[in-house]
């Protein structure tokens, strides 16, 4: 079964400050890998994916993530924080194995201050 | 396309009242998955429908919950005689069949509150 953990509950930081959100998979086949971010009360975005193509992946509002297997990581980052970044993020993973549904990780908030 | 939609945004009831949640995914979508959120937790896998088909159920799936998904087209999810510990927000999403590559589309979620 593949599952993933996300390190840190909350993280701050300042604006204009590198981002850093940690995420570790286990799984036991090659797996994909997604960010996903929520804001109060809305439901989840995707911010961006990993399916065995390149292990440097870009998605939307400047965020980015970098998968490594030898590592079993997959942690995103932003050069330079915005209040409007301030929000849930989630690391989910489905196994490209056979059939599974997507699991989340507990998630980390995200605090930005000025 | 709108994107995933759900029915009601919150839902406020009494212990032991019955609710029901719709959900109409994105219209090309033959897959659509429940979810339930509580605070401060990631989002917990609840059922999978392929088109009409209900595939899976988690075990966080009680007896007093049911979930479906008529021709294939919107689902609902009922829970009968609600408790408090049912008080959660309720995601619904959706994907297309290649569902690696474009991930899972989400709706902005249902928040049920059980007094």
């Known amino acids: 079964a593949q599952s993933v953990t996300q390190l840190g509950s909350h993280v701050s930081v300042s604006e204009g400050a590198l981002v850093l959100l940690r995420c570790n998979y286990s799984s036991s086949v090659p797996p994909y890998l997604f960010w996903y971010v929520q804001y109060p009360n809305q439901g989840l975005q995707l911010l961006l994916k990993y399916t065995s193509a390149a292990t440097l992946v870009k998605g939307i509002n400047g965020f980015e993530a970098e998968f490594k297997k030898s590592e079993t990581s997959f942690h995103l980052t932003k050069p330079s924080a915005h209040m409007s970044d301030a929000a849930e993020y989630f690391c989910a993973v489905i196994s490209n194995s056979g059939y599974s549904t997507l699991t989340f990780g507990k998630g980390t908030m995200l605090l930005v201050s000025p | 396309d709108t994107g995933v939609s759900q029915n009601p945004r919150h839902k406020i009831t009494k212990r032991g009242q019955n609710v029901t949640f719709r959900c109409d995914p994105i219209s090309e979508h033959n897959r659509l998955y429940w979810y339930r959120q509580t605070l401060g937790q990631g989002p917990e896998f609840l059922t999978y429908?392929?088109?009409?088909?209900?595939?899976?159920k988690s075990r966080l799936l009680s007896d007093r919950f049911s979930a479906e998904r008529p021709k294939g087209s919107f689902s609902t999810l009922e829970i009968q005689r609600t408790e408090q510990g049912d008080s959660a927000m309720y995601l619904c999403?959706?994907?297309?069949?290649?569902?690696?590559?474009?991930?899972?589309?989400f709706g902005s979620g249902t928040r049920l509150t059980v007094v």
């Open positions: 429908f392929q088109n009409e088909a209900q595939l899976e």
């Open positions: 999403a959706s994907s297309a069949r290649d569902r690696e590559n474009y991930g899972y589309t």
